[in-house]
């Protein structure tokens, strides 16, 4: 895909619409928004979230949305394949796998769905069952490819000189 601006790394984002656990352990989705002139609508899947709420936004969601911008998107919905919160992987609590079947009129409406859980081979069962879901979706799946060839990488290791590519489904 093809870069319609420049970096903006003083990006402000917004975050919002989150949808959270009665006892706020777990976040199933979350909208993150700019202002800028594109008009696209996004859906990122990561693996789980970290720190990112209502009210605040972290490193790996601002970077997204600032790679995302240069691509003329001005929001996402933010998945996990995870939805309890957990800043190191060690902490995730497994039993709190996202049904992404439950999300497949947003992904219908999504402009790019973009892959950014990174190209560690940890969860493959559950990265299967979620791909399943998109192969509906294939002509909207993006991700950043490493110069090795791995994808999908996490928005922590993205540059903002990297591509946004097609995502092949294996």
Not at 3 to 28: I, M
Not at 108 to 130: H, N, P, S, T
Not at 153 to 166: A, G
Request: proline share 2%; net charge positive; hydrophobic share 35%.
């Amino acid at each position: 895909m093809k870069k319609k601006y420049k970096e903006d790394r003083k990006l402000k984002v917004k975050t919002g619409g989150g949808v959270y656990s009665k006892d706020g352990k777990r976040r199933q989705q979350l909208t993150v928004s700019w202002e800028t002139a594109g008009n696209k609508k996004a859906i990122v899947i990561g693996i789980n979230p970290s720190k990112a709420n209502d009210t605040r936004s972290d490193s790996t969601l601002t970077r997204t949305a600032r790679f995302l911008n240069m691509y003329g998107v001005r929001e996402f919905l933010m998945l996990n394949i995870f939805e309890s919160y957990a800043t190191k992987q060690k902490d995730i609590d497994f039993s709190s796998k996202s049904d992404f079947t439950k999300f497949r009129r947003i992904l219908k409406e999504a402009d790019i769905i973009f892959i950014a859980w990174g190209v560690e081979k940890k969860y493959l069962q559950e990265k299967e069952a979620i791909l399943k879901v998109l192969k509906k979706y294939e002509d909207k799946l993006y991700c950043v490819i490493r110069e090795d060839g791995k994808y999908p990488l996490h928005p922590i290791r993205i540059s903002y000189e990297y591509d946004m590519e097609k995502y092949i489904m294996k």
